[in-house]
Every structure is written in C-alpha cells, then in structure tokens.
C-alpha cells in the first residue's frame, strides 16, 4: 500500500510541493491490475477482480479506479526511482512498464530498474549492492531519470 499512499499524497496534499524525490519498491501502482494478479494467484479468471472491486466500492465510498496511478498521475510528479522484480507475483511488472510509459508521456523522470530475478520486495535480497548504489545515487542526485536496467 505504500506506493498508493505515496501516490495519492503526490495527487491530493498541499505538502506534495514539499517532495524531492520518491522511491517505490515493488508498489501498486494499479489497483485493478494488482486485484486481477490476485485472483489468478487463487487460481481464478482475471475477471472476477471486476465484480470485486464494485463490492469493494460499494462497500467503501472508494473509486479504486482513481487511485490508478497510470490512469491519474498525481498532480506533483518529483523524480522517482521504481524498482521491481520482473518475477513478482504480488504486483505484475506491467505495471511498473505503464507507469514508466504514462512518465514518459507526461514528462515525470522516472527511472525504472527491474531486477530480474526474486519476489515481490526481494530487490535487495538478490543484489544488495546494486540496490544500495541505485538508492544512494537517486538520492544524492547523481542518477538522472530514465528507463532501463
């Protein structure tokens, strides 16, 4: 959830301004992306997520749909380095390939690094010293945006 909190504090509060630079590892970026993911990890069609999200809407007052990150970029958009493993099953890396499309089409620096192998928010654990120098450098500003590996 952390990557929606931070995405909607970028969209939504007067202190979004006040953000230098944002790091996401292994967000969700799309709600209806991540639901979808989760009913195939329950062995379900993709489909079912649909359905679910309006029960959870109904449930909540919440348009999930907003909260897309690629759908509604958030108003402030401060350089971002967005790491995620390509294998991760919590959060497909789609979503990580459309937030760096709708960046590019809206001139947001981020700079993706997809790692190749591990689980969701197991980055560091496959290569710690790539990780450590990618955040040291993003946040000392000697990384520039861009998209890659």
Known sequence: MGGQIVG????RSPLATLVDRVI???PMIDVRMTAEQG???AGLPAFV???AGLVTEWRTGVDTDRLSLIRHPPRVRPPLLLIHTVPDTEHPIQEAYDLVTTGA???WPIRFEPFERGGHTEAWNVDRARYD?????FLSGRSGARSGG
């Open 105 to 107: 089409r809206l001139g």
């Open 24 to 26: 996401m590892d292994a």
């Open 49 to 51: 997520a649909g359905p």
């Open 133 to 137: 120098r990618l955040v040291r450098d």
């Open 8 to 11: 909607q504090l970028l969209g």
């Open 39 to 41: 009913a195939r990890n």
